[in-house]
Each structure stands twice: as C-alpha cells, then as structure tokens.
C-alpha cells in the first residue's frame, strides 16, 4: 500500500513539475522572439529618452533663472563672485 501511494504521488509530482517547466520554457520563448525583444527595447528608449528630455529642460531652465538673476544684478551694480554661484 505504501509503495503504491509513493509510487503515485511520485508520479503526479512528476507530471505536475514536468507540465510547469513546459509553460515556463514556452513562456521565456515567447519574450525572446525578435518582435517582442524590439518592442521591450523600443519601450525602453523611449522612457530613456523623455527621461532625458525632461533632464536637459529641468537644466535650461535653472540656467534661465540664474542667468536672469546674474542680470538683474549686473543691472543693479551688484558685484558677481564666483561665492555667490550656488552648485548643487
């Protein structure tokens, strides 16, 4: 009784871990194809990219200001020292 028990539940077990790696290697196939690999790097770059965008205009624009800044004090006959520029 004890072997036909082992003997069956050894079985299942094995046909259960058998189907799982199928779907899984099935699975990794699939997101390895040639469309899905160029859509995910498309995605990518497109997030790098307006990543970057958003970087270089939040930088024109603190350049903006601290060049209207540098201006104003010019116009007031401020003296501009390298000490009052503020480098984060």
């Given at each position: 009784?004890?072997?036909?028990?082992w003997m069956t539940f050894g079985f299942g077990l094995g046909?259960?871990?058998a189907t799982w790696?199928?779907?899984?290697?099935?699975?990794?196939l699939d997101k390895l194809l040639p469309g899905k690999i160029s859509s995910t790097l498309d995605g990518m770059m497109?997030?790098?990219?307006?990543g970057l965008q958003e970087a270089l205009d939040e930088g024109r624009r603190v350049m903006r200001e601290r060049?209207?800044?540098?201006?104003?004090?010019?116009q007031r006959g401020q003296v501009i020292t390298r000490s009052k520029i503020k480098v984060r």
């Open positions: 009784m004890r072997r036909m028990f046909v259960y871990l790696a199928i779907k899984r290697v099935e699975s990794t497109k997030r790098w990219l307006s060049e209207t800044e540098l201006h104003a004090q010019l």
